[in-house]
Structure formats: C-alpha cells, structure tokens
C-alpha cells in the first residue's frame, strides 16, 4: 500500500503542478490578448491619425497651389503698376519740361 500511497501523492503533486502551470499559462494568455487589444486600438488610432494627415497635407497643397496662382497674378499686377507708374512719371516730368505753368514760367 505504500507503493499506491507514494503514486497517490506523486500523481497529486503532478496535478497541482499542473494546475499552477495551466493558470500561469492562463494569466499569460490574459496579459497577452490585453496587449494584443490594446496594440489594436493603438494601431486603429494610428491609422485614423495617418488619414487625417494626409487630408490636411491634401488640403495645405490645395491651398498653396491656390496662394502661388494668386501671388503669380499680384506679381504682374505689379509690374504692371510699375510699368504705368514709370509712364506716368515719364509724362509728368515730360509735362513740366515742355509745357509753360499757368503763371507764365517755365
């Protein structure tokens, strides 16, 4: 009987070793799906970040392409300022050279 009663206790502590190892692997598989889950909101949240991004970026070259076209027409409506401005600097200066003042002087 002390033969039974030794495999008794040997099969015992087989079990509650094997016990402890199955809620050891059970606490790691818990741990790892609330890493896996919280890796997936993460990774969700990233994405959406990504998208919206590059919507903005879409939107800043929108917007500078649209700033280059309008600096592009101020910048020859400039020079044409500067082109009207000389001309009219040239008559003026053209007027007061060649035609007599109201008060008889040149």
């Known amino acids: 009987m002390s033969e039974d009663l ?3 206790e040997e099969l015992l502590k087989v079990a509650k070793n ?3 190892e199955e809620a050891i692997k059970s606490a ?3 741990l790892m ?3 896996i889950t919280m890796y997936e909101k993460k990774i969700t949240q990233l994405k959406g970040d990504a998208e919206r991004m590059a919507e903005e970026n879409s939107n800043y070259e929108i917007i500078s392409k649209s700033h280059k076209e309008l600096n592009g027409e101020l910048q020859k ?3 044409e ?3 009207d401005n000389k001309k009219l600097t040239k008559q003026v200066l053209d007027y007061q050279q060649n035609y007599i003042r109201i008060d008889g002087k040149k």
Request: aromatic letters at 0%; zero cysteines.
């Open 6 to 8: 030794k495999l008794d």
């Open 18 to 20: 094997l016990a402890r």
């Open 28 to 30: 790691a598989d818990d």
């Open 33 to 35: 799906m609330k890493k």
């Open 77 to 79: 409506e400039l020079n």
């Open 81 to 83: 300022v500067k082109e």
